[in-house]
């Protein structure tokens, strides 16, 4: 058996008989027992599921066909049958990441290490890490195209990880310790380490693995356990990044050497784990060129461009050039802070971001957007990007605040400001974070088309750390006279050296910045746009062309403007609702974090299920591809305009 054929049932497909637990009804008199649960996990589940839905495999028992014609099967409890490999993956290659990251400025600028460093200023070292970010950001793209047209997921994973995650994390640490790489510190290796290999397997690695533990459940029968495996999944992300967070700093300050060689061990031990689950997960394959033209269903094109999602997405720009300062800026001002209980330095301030994520995220999600729905009130998406870059605004203007406070306390008593005070920046980021970024997140997915869901995804990654990490390069460079001290030189690592350097001129750019982000979201011409965006998206789910009586064709030429009829079509994708839909806070750390259920959820809304007659119509290896069901006038018909009246 191929890689490709495992998780794949060899036998034909085949239409099997109906059983008496699958007999046909109608669509106004469907008994309870004639509906397919989405939460099958149990050997008593099993016996209330029809034929076609059972591989007769002991340890995937659950069989599905894919629109291609593939045939998959699942386990009952993919979360430890599959996914606990997965989710332990990502919460050590997220250490990793943090580790890493939360470091960088001060190993360049030789804050751990005066003797053995890059021996960079603050302006190159910002520049550094923006450079980056922004590769880190910008490979999804790659990583996207690699798992849905040439390799699929689980090896893009592993290609990724291999060829340039660990090597590049490799060549960081190898770096760090003295003579190792030469007589002088080797910036040409670190370069192709911190610029090129680490990033890029960043990118690659973190816009497959989310996607690829999603598809070990069974898309019909196991929906509703993918929104818990997304909540477990972001949970393990911060749950990495505090850690990572925390040790490599601290380890740090004392051999930096040392701190950097946990990140490689800890992502080694990571694909260890992911490789031992090799014969467990359930592989798809890549659909191909992820860049095709798909022909139109219908007489009309009426998709949604990934040119509009951008559009929509880049209105978070502004907030996330705020964002980025957490790494660079910020860790520039900290350094010249005094250490909190002895061990707190710059770096590990940036754990206070991941703090506000959890805990912003769980008042937002079961707080203020439950209060809003019990009262059928609903933020517009632009509205809430708005409030992240209101809260952007206010941690830059915050930053602006500790430059005068640390200006002003060193001219009156010679001493340092603690770095306790810099958190408020921190927190006021991350609260952002859970309007602006999780919006933006859910308009890329449910707007995009959805053989490109992945893609759009990396483009709106692309706007959340790739353009916003080049803009600030150019404003490195066009700002760097206010970084220099009184000697006119760039190194203000010393306190004495930082007040004499004009930074907080840079910090109010950034506030104009900001508030540009908040008055453009405001416009009601931004507003209407979206929304009018959004709502295409919901008219445009298409419902697969079905054999229909004529009593039903005569009524569905009468009214059309009936209640909504969830499609078998639409039900396997039930798990992609989870971004629209979701019951409880998902956070995502990193900018790409969910913050709890859209306002667009109506309350009490009546839950619709699956029938068990329409599995072996949606499972039939000789219907052809779902099409356009069209209105009588030639108008593409929605999936709102079906109604529940009549029998299969």
Known sequence: MTDETKGRDKTP????????TCSVTSYSGTSIDDELPYNVGSEEQLALLPPECLSGNKLRPLRHVSEDGQVYTYALQPMFYSVIFILLVELLERFSFYGVNYTQTSFLTGVYNEKWNAGMHSIAASSYVSVSTAVAYTMPFAGAFLADSILGDYWTILFGAFLFYIPGLVLIFLSSIPHVLGETFNRAALAVGLLLLWPTGTGIVKSVVNVFGAKQFH??????????????FYMCINIGALIGG??????????IALAYSYPVGMLCIGMVLFVLGTERYVKQKPMGNLFAKKPIAGPVDTSIGLGTIFKITGLIIPFNIAYSQMATTFIIQGTVMEKAFGFLDAASMNNADAISVLLFGWIVANGLYPALARRDIRIPTTYKFAIGSLLGALAIAWALFMEYKIRATYEATGQQVSILWQSVSYF????????AVSAAYEVAFTASPPEKKVLASALNLFCVGGIPNVLCIFLYQAAKGWFQNSRGTAHISKVEDYVTARIDNYFFVLLIVSIFGIVINLLPITRDFVAS???KATEMVKTPTMKRSPRFRRNQSKDFSVDDEESPLL??????????YGSGPVLYKQGSMRAGPSMFKQVNKKQKHLKKSA???????KSKAPTLVMTPDGKPLTAAAIKRQDSI
Do not use: T
């Open 428 to 435: 006021l980021i991350g609260a952002g974070e859970i309007f």
């Open 13 to 20: 497909i085949s239409s099997p008989k109906p059983s008496p």
């Open 615 to 621: 599995v072996g119509k949606l499972y039939n290896p």
């Open 246 to 255: 925390i040790v490599v700093p601290v380890v740090g300050q004392h051999d």
């Open 533 to 535: 965006i959004e709502e």
């Open 219 to 232: 898309p019909l029968l196991q929906s509703s356990l993918i929104e818990a495996y997304y909540v477990k």
């Open 571 to 580: 039900r396997m994708k039930r798990h992609q609702a989870y971004l629209k």
